[in-house]
Nanobody, 134 residues
Framework: QVQVVESGGGLVQAGGSLRLSCTAS????????????MGWFRQTPGKEREIGAS????????????YYADSVKGRFTISRDNARNTVYLQMNSLKPEDTAVYYC???????????????????WGQGTQVTVSS
């Protein structure tokens, strides 16, 4: 059972930046963190959880491929440090509408896909609150 823990949320003014971190542990025997596609989702009260960004595993033809929702494209950057079992979400030019609980997730697939739907993910963190003031 992979465990993921988010950190780095907080309160920031519009136009500011935050970097979220997500560290994974207890990966499956015979695998390494680098083989798990990872994603960042966000959710506001009364709304469905939505994808923010995702990144594929480190190896293979699609190694390091990324996906961004239109709402964050050009402002957010997802990256991974496999030596630290950590995936990051650098968030720049933040807007009040970015206010949400941000969740990190891991996909147990062994394929090279970039997973963009919540149903594709198997392990979720508890979330970290990001609040952007106007």
């Amino acid at each position: 059972q992979v465990q993921v823990v988010e950190s780095g949320g907080g309160l920031v003014q519009a136009g500011g930046s935050l970097r979220l971190s997500c560290t994974a542990s207890s990966v499956a025997s015979g695998r390494t963190f680098s083989t798990y596609p990872m994603g960042w989702f966000r959710q506001t009260p009364g709304k469905e959880r939505e994808i923010g960004a995702s990144i594929s595993r480190r190896t293979g033809a699609s190694a390091g491929a990324t996906y961004y929702a239109d709402s964050v494209k050009g402002r957010f950057t997802i990256s991974r440090d496999n030596a630290r079992n950590t995936v990051y979400l650098q968030m720049n030019s933040l807007k009040p509408e970015d206010t949400a609980v941000y969740y990190c997730a891991a996909d147990r697939t062994t394929t090279g896909r970039v997973s963009v739907m919540g149903i594709q993910y198997d392990y979720w963190g508890q979330g970290t609150q990001v609040t952007v003031s106007s």
